[in-house]
């Protein structure tokens, strides 16, 4: 039986308080992303959602009572990249295309830890040469700090 398209927009609210410092932290998941035989346009509702979160804030900010806003804006979409197959799929490339310019992408290589090394690093430099490719913007990490110790420097290079 043929499946339909069933994205889904899950939010998952936790309060995190870490040295005195308060966050309130929303995932929000999508899950039936790409799970349909046709999956033309299925990234709309995470892009509508997205922009929605947007102009809601927008809208907030622009009100009179702007002391207790709440902001739900979409700061960071993880993407998980399946690890079979040859690097990106169509549909990788068509959803990070439509949101590149709405919200800072992060691609992770999902379930990394099944493949060798070896894999892992051929994978990631497919992936990053078809992101290049595509001219798919991702989120960047800040250069760290000149006065940071030599070993924090190295840990910054690795995670970049």
């Known amino acids: 039986e043929r499946i339909t398209q069933t994205v889904e927009i899950t939010k998952h609210v936790v309060d995190i308080e870490e040295k005195g410092v308060k966050l309130r932290l929303t995932i929000v ?3 039936g992303f790409g799970d349909a035989v046709n999956n033309t346009e299925c990234w709309k509702p995470v892009a509508d959602y997205i922009d929605q979160q947007f102009e809601q804030y927008f809208r907030d900010e622009s009100g009179l009572n702007r002391k207790n806003i709440q902001d ?5 979409c993880i993407y998980f990249v399946s690890p079979y197959g040859h690097g990106l799929r169509p549909i990788d490339v068509e959803f990070m295309r439509a949101l590149h310019q709405r919200v800072n992408i992060v691609p992770v290589l999902a379930k990394a830890d099944t493949l060798t090394p070896t894999e892992v690093e051929r994978m990631k430099n497919k992936i990053r ?3 290049d490719h595509y001219g798919i913007r991702i989120y960047q990490f800040p250069e760290c700090d000149s006065d940071e110790d030599e070993e924090f420097k190295l840990q910054d290079q690795a995670l970049k």
């Not at 739900?72 to 960071?76: A, D, G, P, S, Y």
């Open 72 to 76: 739900n804006r979409v700061h960071c």
């Open 29 to 31: 998941d999508t899950p």
């Open 129 to 131: 040469e078809e992101i």
